[in-house]
């Protein structure tokens, strides 16, 4: 925890100050006052995060970090535990929803094993195994509260050892959602049947024994709800700890952190909970599909930027959100003033 | 109107059967079915409109059709009528927002003049000016009945005489949220004042004098809910008839319209009545922050595909709306089956 606590105190609040700066440049082009919404919204929480009027945008990097889940054993995903691994060279191969829209939005992906329960062949992806998936969290914790701690400073220096102005987020694991939910389930105090849904797709039967193993995985483990750690280690995932510290890492560097869908939400409180002045260093990119994700992003206080009925995760949803981003930031440093187009103002 | 229904007749159903084909091909793309929600539809609506599992979407259009209004007499606007050819020349020199957002979309602008209240000095635009602008609605027809067929088969004509593959429709025109909230007010049976904002940001003063106009101008014209001209001559605007024409334009090439915000959604509204088939050949590109634009949306039966809170037309929503649909297409075209990536299918 040592190490955690000297990352956790490098994070300084954002330069809220720099947000004026930028909305003056912002209503002295040719466009009504505001009228770029929440294009504009963008640009100044750009500005405040990096602390200057003018915010780099173009280097961008989507961590997919994959790790598997003994709760699996439950019957709670509706595919097998082999898919983790093979869509990790999947991603190698560049033939992923991600690594499509990655490109679309000329974002590279760096993919990581954070702990996927067999040993994959190959280069192209960094090897940070933790270990060989968690274990099934309805028997004990999912992991020791050391390997918390491990998952979520492998996220730190991952963003710290990558170059960058903007960072998404993403994850594969099959059956991640089931400790996603957990996690929403024990910070937001929401039942778990509201925010438990459907994943890759189970039926009625599965969504039934999916409840039914959140519901024993935090009667069996108690995690406290105002411990991420504790929670973490309980009921948590080693990508789902990798992504809380990448939003960390991205936060110390000063740089945005896009999250991605339901998966990326759950370690987005993780590391809300680990730091008051997190919430000001990341956007939700999209509302998910899944069930009970509009509830949490409520409760983050945070409205995603797109709603696309997607439930994929793999940071799909963040490379797009990137592209608005990338968008807002275009129009920012290229619009034209109502001085320099020669247009007339308001009427006054 | 003889030239308008010649148009009209060569508007076909799209086909509906193609849709099996091109979910047979997602379904068998690496990730869980449906899981990338409206991309997945919009790929679906591109494959329906073109009638080919294959189709085509590289080649991106924009149409910023600018008009002017006689009902700013009444103070409906925030802004001064000059402002609407000004901007004109803003869009010929690359400075406005649908410009920065074309280049980055990837897609040509093409400036219309539809009816600008004065002559507009240079090139780069397409003149094509019905009238000196529209008269004052609150006492009389803002157009002749030749006028508005002319506006519409206009923009019929534009569309038929450029090249696409995929077309977006934007508006300039001071005072022009006043004849579309007119318009939909009409079509859709709904109150004035459900369907009346502050357009460009006029205060509570403003707002009234608006809602009052459109009120006069309906009482005065009495045009008929069911007949598209008589509505778009007695109380409409040429560039909103001009973005009829292009919807119009555009399913007769089978291609789709991307419609953009408020303005372009009265046309949407003017083409839908036109012609039962047209509402399957556009989508509605993002939810203005406009009063009422959800309701209006809601009675064609659309769900916009963005929500960023954008009250600015040009274009600018219906341009990011384009990133999202070739996304979606590239996805489609780019993405490794099961079988190519090995990675096995769902548990049945």
Redesign the interface.
């Known amino acids: 925890m040592k190490e955690l606590n000297k990352y956790l105190k490098e994070i300084k609040p954002v330069d809220k100050n720099v947000a004026q700066e930028v909305q003056k440049r912002l209503d002295n082009?040719?466009?009504?006052?505001?009228?770029?919404?929440?294009?504009e919204e963008l640009t100044r929480i750009m500005a405040m995060v990096q602390g200057t009027p003018e915010p780099a945008y173009e280097k961008k990097v989507i961590f997919t970090l994959a790790g598997d889940h003994g709760v699996v054993e439950e019957g709670v995903?509706?595919?097998?535990q082999?898919?983790t691994a093979?869509?990790v060279?999947?991603f190698v191969?560049g033939?992923?929803?991600v690594?499509?829209?990655a490109?679309?939005a000329g974002a590279d992906v760096v993919v990581v094993d954070m702990g996927v329960a067999e040993d994959i062949p190959g280069k192209g992806f960094i090897n940070r195994k933790i270990d060989y998936g968690t274990k099934n969290f309805t028997k004990g914790p999912a992991m020791t509260r050391e390997q918390a701690e491990k998952a979520i400073c492998t996220g730190i220096e991952l963003a710290l050892d990558h170059d960058f102005d903007i960072l998404a987020t993403g994850d594969m694991g099959i059956g991640n959602t089931t400790p996603s939910s957990a996690i929403a389930a024990l910070v937001t105090g929401l039942e778990v049947e509201q925010i438990t849904g459907r994943?890759?797709?189970i039926d009625d039967e599965g969504l039934k024994k999916k409840i039914a193993a959140i519901k024993r995985g935090i009667e069996v483990n108690k995690p406290d709800p105002k411990d991420a750690i504790d929670i973490l280690y309980k009921v948590g995932g080693y990508e789902i700890g990798g992504i809380a510290g990448l939003i960390i890492g991205s936060a110390i560097k000063r740089k945005l952190a896009v999250v991605d869908g339901f998966i990326s939400t759950a370690g987005a409180i993780i590391a809300s909970l680990l730091h008051p002045e997190i919430k000001d260093y990341y956007v939700l990119s999209h509302l998910s599909?899944e069930n009970g994700h509009d509830k949490i992003s409520e409760y983050l206080g945070k409205k995603p930027?797109?709603?696309?009925?997607?439930?994929?995760g793999e940071g799909?949803g963040a490379a797009?959100a990137m592209?608005?981003i990338?968008?807002a930031m275009?129009?920012y440093y290229?619009?034209?003033t109502f001085d320099?187009?020669?247009?007339?103002?308001?009427?006054e």
């Open positions: 082009q040719t466009k009504p006052l505001g009228s770029l919404g929440r294009l995903s509706a595919y097998p082999s898919v093979q869509m060279l999947n191969n033939g992923a929803a690594n499509v829209l490109r679309h994943g890759t797709g599909a930027i797109l709603d696309l009925n997607l439930r994929l799909t797009l592209e608005i990338d968008a275009h129009l290229e619009m034209a320099q187009a020669g247009v007339d103002k308001k009427i």
